[in-house]
């Protein structure tokens, strides 16, 4: 998903490669425990698609305060990541379910 921030897009993906860059900025394994990591990881989420882009933590985390929706979007994408592997790990899908009901 493009993601807009300070006149600039940005690709925004929920991949392994986010998790490592979680990790290298926090210096800790990937666990949020509140919110500054959940913004590490939303800002991991965007870097680690944009190797050649120049975007620090406190621009973002600025971008954020001007405009909730940059955070909102960002969430979106994790929310529908996490319950597409939801999914996957149980067998699961919406097709199925409806085929069933």
Known sequence: MKIKINK???E???TIRAFFT???LTGKEFKVENKLDEYIFM???IIANNP???LTLNE???AC???LNIALQIQKIMVEAVQFQAQFLTG???ESDKKKA
């Open 52 to 54: 050649d882009e120049l």
């Open 22 to 24: 979680f990790e290298q």
């Open 8 to 10: 600039k897009n940005y």
């Open 60 to 62: 973002f985390i600025s």
């Open 65 to 67: 305060d001007k405009d």
């Open 43 to 45: 800002y991991s989420l």
């Open 92 to 94: 699961k899908s919406k």
């Open 12 to 14: 925004a993906k929920y």
